[in-house]
């Protein structure tokens, strides 16, 4: 298949799922059966997939999906559903199409199932599983091998929660400001992870996983378009864009990998570090700080070598400051560690990571053995810094990545 | 819908707790009965007598079972219910964290499996 036709089919795909989503959204929104909302409109999405590629997008995308899905048998569906709910349901909906025709769009009802996907009362870890199917259609098997697990798991926990959704009378809305920040923040960690699963592929050579990225981007697009007045909607977007921007420059091309301070700077997206910077500083418009605006900052202050000057460390320092005083964790604490060995020297850098090796969590995670085994060469401390690197080595799973670190090790001992 | 608030608390340490302390608890319950049902959303509640008049039946080779004590020792016993009508899992939420068991103890929320929805389901 040659690029144009292959766009086409991208394109062609992605208006599908965006149709396919919003009649989903709107239909589980009055139903709260979102199960069945998919039931209802699966065949007619499993068309447009097949066709629209060859025949062009229509015109009216929802109406079309409606039309087919009304024509399709739905003695599936009733068996499903409690009498004839999805049959009166897909009636109302195509009826108030039909009212609308004028062209305007249906109402988009997506961020309301978002916030029902990502309840605190769903299971944390199937939330954005449950976004990927519910929004974009994707079926349990995509899913399950984008999060590494069995396509039987994965369906089964989809299930679930779609039940819980129902039986547990979980609301479709967007909360009140009151207890917005913290709903908004479960929805932004669901589009998060749907990103970070993709981006911990990062040769793409996985295209599942490749695309999941791609989808992490467009969630967060979808938001970020839905509720633009949001800073931290904006900071996960310009977040996301950032380490998007520098995928193609993260691996040489032996495959090798490359650490951020040795990417070339030249195989960086410009056109989306534009697009992040201006994100940003929409959001810091607001003056409202959070996890998300910081890290992109801290991505902001990384990517300033493009503009010829040298990274930014105090900068990045005070950025991890700040975040570790609103989103502190292990990994924040060991990016601020090597912050300031940068701005302070190697000995103060040490002497952050040190305090925070009674922390058990750490001894099974690579970049801290990692940090630490950098600092310790610095500092002429060959034994210990060996010693480092192997547990590094030991705990990372990416082969590009030990590589890296052997090297490293390997130049080391030489000198 | 209609949601069951099931109310667990360490029954020894209330039975053990200071006679003002006790006031305090049972004041606090009278106003959330109120607010309940000023609301509208009052369906039912009661308190419950402890594990220790408790009896338990079961029915095994045609012959009843009955021991005294309560299903499952567990850390916290059943003490008491709230039936209440609430729009949402998040306004069943709103009510179950203002029941003064919220603090002291565990308030499990059950929604109710209504019988429409089951039969209509067969």
């Excluded at chain 1, 079926?139 to 039986?167: C, N, Y």
């Excluded at chain 2, 012959?63 to 949402?88: C, H, S």
Aim: some cysteine; hydrophobic content about 45%; aromatic content about 6%.
């Amino acid at each position: 298949m040659d690029d144009r036709s292959e766009i086409a089919r991208a394109a062609a795909e992605a208006a599908a799922r965006r149709s396919y989503g919003k009649l989903v959204a709107w239909l589980a929104a009055r139903t709260r059966d979102v199960a069945g909302a998919e039931d209802a409109l699966a065949d007619a999405f499993a068309a447009a997939l097949e066709r629209w590629p060859r025949t062009g997008v229509p015109a009216q995308p929802e109406a079309w999906l409606l039309a087919v899905a009304r024509r399709r048998d739905v003695d599936a569906v009733r068996r499903r559903l409690s009498g004839e709910a999805a049959r009166d349901h897909l009636k109302l909906i195509a009826e108030e199409m039909e009212a609308r025709m004028t062209g305007e769009d249906l109402p988009d009802d997506r961020l309301r199932l978002m916030f029902a996907c990502a309840h605190p009362a769903i299971e944390s870890s199937v939330r954005a599983p449950l976004i990927l199917q519910t929004i974009l259609g994707f079926d349990a098997a995509t899913i399950a091998s984008a999060f590494l697990v069995s396509p039987a798991t994965m369906g089964q926990r989809l299930v679930r929660a779609k039940a819980r959704i129902r039986e547990t009378g979980i609301p479709f809305r967007v909360p009140e400001q009151a207890e917005l920040g913290d709903r908004l923040g479960a929805v932004l960690e669901a589009i998060y992870a749907t990103f970070a699963e993709g981006w911990s592929d990062p040769t793409g050579t996985d295209t599942r996983r490749r695309n999941l990225a791609t989808e992490g981007i467009w969630l967060g697009r979808l938001v970020a378009s839905l509720m633009p007045d949001e800073p931290e909607v904006l900071g996960l977007l310009a977040l996301m864009l950032f380490a998007e921007a520098r995928r193609s420059a993260r691996r040489g091309p032996e495959g090798d990998f490359v650490p951020l301070a040795e990417q070339d700077i030249a195989l960086w997206d410009d056109d989306l570090i534009d697009e992040a910077e201006a994100l940003l500083v929409r959001a810091a418009q607001r003056e409202i700080i959070g996890r998300y605006q910081l890290e992109a900052a801290v991505q902001s202050a990384h990517t300033a070598r493009r503009r010829g000057s040298g990274t930014d460390w105090a900068a990045i320092r005070q950025l991890y400051d700040a975040l570790l005083s609103v989103a502190g964790s292990p990994v924040v604490a060991i990016n601020r560690a090597v912050a300031i060995a940068e701005t302070e020297g190697a000995p103060a850098g040490l002497a952050a990571l040190y305090v925070l090796g009674d922390d058990k969590r750490l001894q099974d995670y690579q970049p801290y053995w990692a940090a630490r085994a950098g600092l310790l060469a610095r500092l002429g401390n060959i034994k210990h810094a060996a010693e480092a690197y192997d547990r590094a080595i030991g705990l990372e799973r990416d082969a590009a990545v030990r590589r890296f670190l052997q090297g490293e090790k390997a130049r080391l001992i030489r000198n | 819908m209609r949601y069951m608030l099931l109310i667990y608390n360490d029954e020894t340490a209330m039975a053990n707790a200071p006679k003002e302390q006790t006031q305090q608890v049972l004041a606090a319950y009278g106003a959330y009965t109120e607010a309940l049902h000023k609301s509208g959303a009052w369906l039912a509640g009661e308190r419950l007598r402890p594990t220790q008049a408790t009896t338990s039946v079961r029915l095994a080779g045609g012959k009843t079972n009955v021991l005294d004590g309560p299903y499952a020792d567990t850390k916290e016993q059943l003490a008491g219910f709230y039936m209440i009508e609430a729009a949402d899992i998040d306004t069943a939420i709103e009510w179950a964290a203002r029941c003064p068991a919220a603090s002291t103890g565990t308030v499990e929320l059950r929604p109710i499996w209504e019988m429409a929805e089951y039969i209509a389901a067969e």
